[in-house]
């Protein structure tokens, strides 16, 4: 079987920390490193994705007053709804090319704040939701060779309010996106070409009815598209099987053990394992871990923090009746990232240990990356990898986006990891707010089959 090098990238935006070096430790024979790209790049990233065109766009909410970068051309957003500046002329949005290690402001007008996002096939970046005047607003990014690419936004697409939403992308090319604060029920885009904007569609999902609790653990539901066409849903604590087409519940799954929310504002974070497509019986297997108890949002809103969730499960959703099998990581974890390794691991990053998402809602973050082998033994399957030799004061909201890219004359897989901002207590007062960027090389010798056996 022939063996090759494989290089991951994760990109990792700071809120205002100094340059810092850090090495990670040995891992498959390999040593991963950190690379400080920009002290400042002007905004800070709430959200960001990695497009085909190996660049990567990266956009905060508009309703915090103006940023450290102005957009280019004397442009400015006009917007009589935002809460903090109704003329603003500085960017909210950039686009970050990887090979040139360079940016250019871009200009989105609506409040994007805990939107949600897809790729269409074509490689259009959609983008559904926020805040305020954003809320039913439908955004969208085609990546383009030269600099003329820009927002396109279309306003009051949406048949519902779109807030802490999920997307996924589907076989047919659509984009599902569901729940939502306050919303229990999904709906598609593109719309079905027979609706018009007067008889906008949403399916009712009663499964988050039943899923919300007093702290709304609901938000940001975990999607995974199921190799039999229907979506895997994960809310709070409780999981099913969708027939979206149908408006179907297929299965319900077992709940997880130990009762801990593990969606927004406890939120946790998910990843579906590789699948080999060689047995004849394909399974498919999901993992969640980390999260934080039952009532940890409200105690956290009255600066009481409790301790995150350091337990893991695993469902396999292509058994007859099938269970979580339980694990524990080597430390607890709120908003932590989990992202798959070319070698088939997964690594397990980001979060405190103290609280919940939410603004200033945590403490004690988590600066010791994990490295989890599924296919390892029991005993063997979690690594801890090194912590920076200084703590930066980093921010521990955080969003994820994962392809292919070809980056610094080699064809790898390009992972970006973007950190969302958070208040510095005694640190630098500006007038915008900004964050620094970073990358990281996790180095590994890998099989041409991703499952390890």
């Known amino acids: 079987m022939a063996i090759k090098f494989i290089t991951t990238f994760l990109i990792l935006v700071f809120y205002i920390i100094p340059a810092i070096c850090l090495v990670l430790p040995s891992y498959s024979g390999r040593q991963g490193e950190w690379h400080f790209l920009h002290a400042n790049i002007g905004i800070t990233a709430m959200h960001m994705q990695l497009l085909r065109n190996n660049k990567v766009i990266m956009f905060d909410r508009t ?52 939107s949600s996002a897809a790729v269409l096939p074509d490689g259009t970046f959609v983008q559904t939701g926020g805040f305020n005047d954003g809320d039913h607003v439908i955004r969208t990014f085609s990546p383009c060779v030269d600099d003329n690419c820009d927002w396109v936004e279309f306003p009051n697409y949406l048949s519902e309010r779109r807030w802490y939403a999920t997307n996924q992308i589907l076989p047919d090319g659509r984009i599902i996106i569901v729940g939502g604060r306050r919303q229990f029920n999904y709906e598609f885009y593109p719309r079905n070409s027979k609706e018009s904007s007067s008889s906008l569609r949403a399916y009712e999902l009663r499964f988050l009815i039943e899923t919300k609790d007093n702290d709304e653990n609901n938000l940001y539901p975990f999607l995974h598209l199921l190799p039999d066409g229907n979506l895997f849903i994960f809310a709070n604590t409780r999981s099913i099987s969708l027939d979206y087409n149908q408006n179907r519940v297929v299965k319900e799954f077992p709940p997880i053990p130990g009762g801990d929310p593990r969606n927004y504002p406890s939120s946790g974070s998910s990843v579906m ?73 997964i690594i397990i990053i980001n979060g405190a240990e103290l609280g919940t998402a939410g603004w200033d809602n945590a403490k004690e973050p988590v600066t010791r990356p994990v490295i989890y082998g599924p296919y390892e033994q029991l005993n063997r399957r979690f690594a801890i990898m090194s912590p920076s030799s200084k703590t930066p004061n980093v921010p521990f909201y955080s969003s994820v986006g994962h392809r292919w890219a070809h980056f610094s004359g080699w064809q790898q897989p390009s992972t970006v990891l973007q950190l969302h901002r958070r208040r510095i207590p005694n640190g630098p007062q500006l007038g915008g707010l900004c964050s620094a960027l970073l990358i990281v090389r996790v180095h590994a010798n890998t099989a041409e089959n991703s499952v390890r056996q």
């Open 63 to 114: 309703d915090f007053g103006p940023s450290n970068l102005s957009l280019s051309g004397g442009r400015c957003r006009f917007d009589p709804y935002d809460t903090a500046l109704q003329t603003d002329c500085t960017a909210h949005s950039i686009l970050y090319d990887i090979g040139a290690d360079t940016f250019r402001p871009l200009m989105v007008q609506t409040d994007t704040w805990c």
């Open 273 to 345: 394992l590789p699948i080999n497509e060689n047995k004849a019986n394909i399974e498919v297997e999901i993992m969640i871990c980390g999260g934080a108890p039952q009532g940890a949002f409200s105690q956290a809103m009255q600066g009481s923090f409790m301790h995150a969730s350091s337990s893991c499960g695993r469902l396999k959703v292509t058994d007859e009746n099938p269970n979580w099998v339980m694990e524990e990581m080597p430390m607890a974890r709120v908003m932590g990232d989990m992202l798959l390794l070319p070698t088939g691991d």
